[in-house]
């Protein structure tokens, strides 16, 4: 990725020097650049010497794994490097080490920024959607190549913007990568649905995520999904099978999206869509033991529910559609929930409807759906929840119905939907005017006398549940 970048960089008319522990990396990089244009870039194989070749005051982005590599990188290129030079860490950081590296940098009279990247080693070459946060003043520095560089959206403009102080870089990258999870469990999970319940081939489920890559679902990730479904796999003898089929169900993560979900809780900020897709993360991993347990049920006498489905399938496929509109909205609303609430503890004046546009292009939750978030914002800067914007709430409850239909169908299918049924637990949540929480409350104050609120007068109350309980017994 950090090559691409840089091949970016050079392509778009601006001199760089690269440089990287491994010198074979660096070679291969001059090679790339030599042919595919004679681009202006330049390898070194020492610290030393690449830090002394950067114009002053000197920029260096950096794209290393997160944590301890990121403070030896520093160290190592800081050695050589003047007050009023500045590091970009363009990695999946952690953004309270990025705001404890720019007070350490400030010491050393260093300019430090932390930007999120995204769009993968594809968005990096062509244009990646950028999310820089820190010092405003090496921000403004490195605009104009930013600009350039990043994927660029007609009627929008280039996908970067200075996102704000301190960490905010980082943090929105992070909140990007958490929806991201999202997003792919939601599509997994209408595949699951349509594949189990509706018994639809490769070749059909291609068709249909091409087909809903024409409308509302028009994204990078329903794209590449299209995609995968029409890929045969060149390891079977008789050229038969798809590649996606023998893909073991086992997802790996980075962090990011556990940072997210950490951070919900932190903030109080439900983000039940998220959380279940790290969880069927978690889950997916435990390979072994889901065997295990298919044997053990299947022996005890667990039914096939899944042979006892008889479905429409043009119905179903309906269906699943706008269930996976419906719930993404929800994923959407919760993750930009967790940015506002972020933005109003660290101060940071984060714009939702900016970083809406910024995600339109180059990055791989980037989808036409974006473009309706923006003026959802646009139109009020302080919507409390994108599910009660007029527009939305009015495309929800004209999915609704398909949206139920879709998750009872995979309940008494034995379909495990947890993404889309989470969405749909937290739209009934947030519409009802009285949820059963004054139970929980009433509880909460009888084993531990927790106090509760009344709903006809003011100020806080305490019931000696207990006793009153036991003299009603005798």
Not at 114 to 125: C, L, Q
Not at 350 to 375: N, Q, T
Request: charged fraction near 25%; charge should be negative; proline fraction near 3%.
């Amino acid at each position: 990725m950090g090559q691409n970048l840089a091949l970016n960089i050079a392509e778009k008319g601006f001199p760089i020097s690269v440089y990287n522990r491994t010198t074979s990396k660096v070679d291969e990089t001059v090679e790339r650049a030599k042919r595919e244009g004679n681009l202006p870039l330049y390898g070194f194989h020492d610290p030393e010497s690449f830090v002394n070749s950067i114009q002053k005051p000197r920029v260096i982005v950096m794209l290393v794994k997160a944590g301890a590599p990121v403070d030896d990188t520093i160290k190592t290129l800081s050695a050589y490097m003047e007050k009023g030079d500045c590091i970009i860490d363009g990695g999946n950081e952690w953004y309270e080490n990025t705001e404890r590296r720019q007070k350490a940098m400030l010491e050393k009279g260093l300019l430090y920024l932390g930007m999120g990247v995204s769009g993968g080693e594809e968005g990096a070459r062509n244009g990646p959607s950028m999310m820089p946060g820190g010092s405003f003043e090496v921000y403004k520095y490195i605009e104009d190549i930013l600009l350039k560089v990043a994927a660029q959206v007609p009627d929008s403009g280039p996908c970067v913007t200075y996102i704000g102080e301190g960490g905010s870089g980082n943090f929105v990258k992070m909140v990007h990568n958490g929806i991201e999870y999202g997003d792919m469990q939601l599509i997994a999970e209408a595949y699951d649905v349509l594949k189990s319940v509706g018994k639809l081939s490769n070749e059909e489920l291609h068709h249909v995520f091409t087909e809903w890559n024409k409308g509302e679902l028009l994204s990078f990730l329903v794209e590449i999904t299209a995609d995968i479904f029409g890929i045969k796999d060149d390891k079977d003898d008789k050229g038969e099978g798809y590649l996606v089929d023998k893909v073991l169900d086992k997802t790996g993560m980075k962090g990011t999206g556990k940072w997210t979900v950490q951070q919900a809780a932190d903030l109080s900020i439900a983000a039940p869509t998220i959380a279940s897709s790290l969880d069927a993360r978690f889950l997916s991993g435990l390979k072994e033991e889901r065997v295990q347990a298919a044997e053990v049920f299947k022996s005890g006498g667990f039914s096939d529910i899944l042979s006892e489905q008889v479905v429409d399938k043009e119905k179903l496929i309906d269906d699943v559609r706008k269930a996976l509109y419906a719930s993404k909205i929800c994923s959407y609303a919760q993750g930009m929930n967790l940015i506002r609430a972020k933005s109003v503890e660290k101060g940071w004046g984060l714009k939702l409807g900016e970083l809406a546009r910024i995600w339109k292009g180059g990055c791989i939750i980037r989808a036409v759906f974006l473009d309706r978030i923006k003026k959802a914002y646009d139109r009020n800067p302080e919507l409390s929840n994108l599910l009660v914007d007029p527009e939305f709430a009015k495309e929800i409850i004209e999915r609704q119905t398909a949206w139920r239909r879709v998750v009872c169908l995979a309940v008494s299918s034995g379909v495990s939907t947890p993404g889309m049924s989470s969405s749909l637990a937290y739209f009934d949540s947030y519409r009802r005017e009285r949820l059963p929480a004054n139970l929980v409350q009433a509880q909460r104050d009888y084993f531990g006398a927790h106090t509760y609120e009344r709903t006809d007068m003011e100020g806080s109350f305490h019931t000696e549940w207990f006793k009153i309980a036991r003299q009603s017994k005798y």
